[in-house]
């Protein structure tokens, strides 16, 4: 009887689960737990998930309804790994996972641990979509060029050059002078011999792309409203051949303007800033950074060569008529005319959200069109040029039906793919874009919704044009996570990866204006107004964030060096050189080489560990690498005590600080952090964000720490 019970006594605590962990949980679709990660179509492919060591039944991955029972396939000293192999048609595939354990069944999906699952969070593999290897985390760097260095000034805009909207151009001689309430026309110069003067610079900085505004023949500094798509514009390139008058104060017939149509119609002028730009990009290659293009495809510009309403290339010689003067130009169905009684100088064409400035190009009226964007779509990927890819401004707008749409976009994809398979294609826009990233058509998008946007409401309570504050998403950590999981869920992996995470940008204010928590504009405020109270320990929580979480953390000129700056035109001030913040820069510089130097932070995987108000704690990690980063954005000292182990740490292991930032600036001196039981404790000063790092032994042979000095300024 005794040995009866001391027999059953032990098999039961022999075959006694532990309690079961949810935390132990986890998948994604990176390479950790997708091999290959971008699958061809009709091959076949591995899924992992983990659990904790002996603590599940069963694991299922649920596809179309389906339940495929994944086997154990390997353990470590904490976690089991099950997997299974799927074989891949041609289609997107999506799935769950269904976790059993006793009598609990839970389910795992992009959100993670969830009671049900939703069919938005189920994970996606698009067979044969793949993005460049390049741009996976890749640092970008944002130019504005009218605004960033002024290399050469004999192609300076000048004041009277000619007249656009209402007034005439202007050259503005002080190159710190905030932009004017109608800045379109105003220009202080800078150029792309301005960008090759800096090109140390950035190198320096650690920039892998540069992403130019476009550079293409245009009447304003912004250059969304493009003359001619097969030149860069001589005013940001190379004016060889110059003479002629300029407009007397009281003209405003661009007819006139002798100066301004011989610099940017003039084949010298054109020819020689095509070869800067090459000049530019080859230099930028030497130095391994890549160059994305700005693509203004869905309207141009009143000054356009094709509709020609200025009249400037009227009596051109090797220039045909524009549609604008004549209704047998070879331009007329390249734009939607309402009335074909008003010709000669028929002002009835159509324009992007009625804007006359802004044609509004007519893709199902012309094949001939289409067939000449996508020409210059090519061109500019192609030999001798050699960029790296393009961004699409208001890419979901193009085309008069999203059926149409969606057919270009395809061709687009092809066009460029074909002449330079690596080549990026980034498309700006708001709201769901996953019916553009199926594979078919955009690579990824500017990430507003999946970064920029929760990143300014957690930090800040801010709406990115600092047109509304919100005190109830101002810390509000599960607001955040619920909306990064939302929106990237409409992402695939190689979408996600590659997604320009941008804390500003040249159409919303700038991120540390956003810190005084100020509603309002440079017309209700006044410029000055953007410069004060700002909280610089709040702009470097969100860098570390930026250069933290998936995606390809993407700088607008001169946030690294202080600028501030109310939405558009304030945004565009220009790069302050002579009076950067240093201290800045140089912590740019150091998280920089921080994201570039370990790999979790390019295409590892993200966990999300603890939230609290104005708190937040994530994992990046791969095999090797395991990265932990803290975020308090509380006015007070908090400590916390957290669990890291689910992020494939050691129980009892020391980590090491990698940066610290708060209101003193930033400190990179070593700091060591006991785990112990899997968890940490940590005290952290107000308005702070820590980076803490494991790696494996092989991984710390191959890396070597660097001793730098800290810039923690003590007061």
């Keep these: 009887m005794e040995f009866n019970r001391f027999f059953s006594d032990q098999k039961y605590m022999n075959e006694m689960r532990p309690v079961f962990s949810k935390r132990a949980l986890y998948s994604d679709t990176t390479e950790n737990y997708v091999t290959p990660p971008e699958p061809a179509p009709y091959s076949r492919v591995k899924i992992a998930f983990r659990t904790k060591r002996s603590n599940v039944d069963r694991v299922f991955l649920v596809c179309k309804g389906q339940k495929n029972l994944m086997f154990k396939a390997s353990s470590d000293a904490q976690f089991d790994y ?3 192999k799927l074989q891949l048609d041609n ?31 189920n994970f996606v593999l698009i067979p044969g979509f793949d993005t460049p290897d390049w741009a996976k985390g890749a640092v970008m760097y944002q130019i504005y060029v009218d605004r960033f260095c002024n290399g050469d000034p004999t192609n300076d805009v000048l004041t009277n050059e000619y007249h656009y909207i209402g007034a005439k ?67 940001c390139g190379k004016i060889v051949k110059d003479g002629g008058r300029l407009l007397e104060d009281w003209e405003t017939d661009n007819t006139h303007a002798d100066r301004y149509i011989l610099r940017t119609t ?76 008003r010709f000669p100088y028929n002002p009835t064409y159509d324009g992007w ?112 044009h600092s047109d509304d504050y919100r005190q109830d998403l101002l810390g509000n950590a599960d607001s955040f996570v619920g909306a990064m999981a939302y929106h990237g869920a409409n992402m695939a992996m190689p979408s996600w990866l590659t997604a320009m995470n941008e804390l500003s940008n040249h159409d919303h204010s700038r991120f540390l204006t956003r810190t005084n928590r100020r509603v309002g504009r440079t017309n209700s405020l006044g410029a000055e107004a953007a410069n004060h109270d700002v909280k610089k320990a709040v702009l470097l929580e969100a860098v570390v964030m930026q250069m933290t979480w998936p995606g ?3 700088v607008y000129y001169g946030d690294e060096a202080g600028v501030c700056g109310f939405t558009d035109p304030d945004n565009r001030r220009t790069y302050p050189w002579g009076r950067e913040d240093k201290e800045l820069i140089n912590f740019h510089r150091e998280i920089i080489r921080i994201h570039r130097q370990n790999k979790e932070f390019k295409t590892g995987s993200l966990k999300c560990l603890t939230l609290d108000y104005n708190f937040l ?80 032994e092989e991984e710390e042979k191959t890396v070597k720490p660097k001793n730098r000095r800290s810039f923690w300024e003590f007061g």
């Design 169 to 235: 151009s202007q050259h503005v001689e002080d190159w710190y002078r905030y932009p004017s309430s109608m800045d379109v026309r105003d220009f202080y110069g800078g150029d792309l011999q301005g960008v090759l003067d800096k090109m140390d610079y950035l190198e320096q900085l650690g920039m892998e792309v540069i992403y130019f505004n476009p550079l293409f023949v245009s009447p304003s500094n912004h250059k969304y409203d493009s003359q001619d798509y097969d030149h860069v514009d001589p005013h």
């Design 353 to 464: 959200w009625g804007h006359d400035t802004l044609p509004k190009l007519n893709y199902e009226g012309s094949r001939q069109l289409e067939d000449y964007i996508l020409q210059v779509a090519r061109k500019w990927v192609s030999a001798p040029f050699h960029a790296d890819g393009w961004r699409l401004d208001v890419a979901a707008d193009l085309g008069h039906s999203p059926e149409y749409n969606h057919r270009f976009w395809t061709k687009f994809r092809d066009t460029v793919k074909e002449a330079n398979p690596h080549a990026l294609i980034v498309a700006e826009h708001y709201g769901d874009p996953s019916s553009w990233l199926q594979g078919d058509q955009w690579d990824t998008v500017m990430n507003y919704d999946a970064f920029m946007e929760p990143v300014s409401w957690f930090l800040t309570g801010m709406e990115k």
């Design 552 to 554: 390809a953390p993407t």
């Design 91 to 121: 289609e997107k595939i999506s799935w769950y996972f269904e976790i059993q354990a006793g009598a609990i069944t839970c389910y795992y999906d992009f959100r993670g641990v969830v009671k049900r699952p939703d069919e938005h969070y």
């Design 82 to 84: 099950y997997e299974v």
């Design 617 to 696: 704690a994530y994992g990046r990690f791969t095999k090797n690498n395991h990265s932990v980063v803290l975020i308090n954005n509380n006015e007070n000292e908090i400590t916390k005590e957290l669990s890291v182990w689910e992020l494939g740490i050691p129980r009892d292991c020391t980590l090491q600080r990698l940066i610290l930032t708060g209101e003193r600036g930033y400190d990179i001196n070593p700091m060591e952090i006991e785990v112990s039981a899997g968890r940490i404790t940590v005290t952290m000063p107000k308005t702070s964000s820590m980076i803490l790092q494991y790696r494996t």
């Design 266 to 341: 003039d084949s010298e002028n054109l020819e020689a800033s095509d070869r800067l730009l090459i000049r530019v990009i080859e230099e930028a290659h030497k130095r391994g950074i890549r160059v994305i293009l700005d693509g203004v495809f869905n309207h141009c510009g009143s000054f356009n060569k094709w509709l020609d309403r200025e009249r400037i290339y009227e009596n051109k010689p090797g220039y045909e008529k524009g549609a604008y003067i004549s209704e047998d130009s070879p331009y007329h169905d390249y734009f939607s005319f309402h009335d074909n009684n």
